[in-house]
């Protein structure tokens, strides 16, 4: 009983130290669009897994090694140069799903994060139309528990938010 008693007393202790020295959270965004095109036409357009640079205007250039199968990894070319390496993880097309997930240890110029995973779907919106949901998670790059303005959580979800806003924009420019 006291160790159990002594082990809670550390524990209470020690635990506002150890979730100051966690590190960044993880951060969610999600932005989602409706078009007046039918869920097929929209996929038809951005189902491939390297259709990026086909309808997001900032990526110029996309290649992959396996197309649509699991674990293809696609390199896009942001229109400033810099490369993104990205991991299939599921091509669902009879869902209109598509999910991936950026590589691990790359050091992005144009986007302070370190890790984004997210998943883009088409689904009908009742009105003869769809909507298109791009979900996506990340962590920042910087590990500190106070960064610099332009790598904080704050920067990172402006410029995530601008670069899924670009695309789905496009997508609905595109598609109707």
């Excluded at 979730?19 to 929209?42: C, F, M, Q, W, Y």
């Amino acid at each position: 009983m006291k160790r159990i008693i002594k082990f809670c007393l550390l524990a209470a202790f020690f635990a506002p130290t150890l979730t100051l020295a966690h590190g960044p959270s993880r951060v969610l965004l999600v932005e989602e669009i409706e078009i007046n095109a039918t869920p097929d036409k929209v996929w038809s357009m951005i189902g491939d897994f390297c259709s990026i640079k086909d309808w997001h205007p900032t990526v110029t250039d996309c290649t992959s090694d396996k197309g649509n199968e699991p674990d293809s990894i696609r390199v896009i070319t942001l229109d400033g140069g810099e490369q993104i390496r990205e991991i299939l993880a599921r091509h669902e097309p009879d869902k209109f799903m598509i999910q991936h997930y950026m590589e691990a240890g790359q050091e992005l110029k144009a986007y302070p994060i370190t890790t984004h995973g997210l998943t883009i779907t088409i689904s009908d919106n009742g009105e003869g139309g769809s909507t298109v949901k791009w979900k996506g998670a990340f962590y920042r790059f910087y590990q500190g528990p106070n960064p610099p303005p332009e790598l904080s959580d704050e920067t990172a979800t402006e410029k995530l938010t601008v670069f899924y806003r670009a695309g789905l924009e496009n997508i609905k420019k595109l598609s109707e």
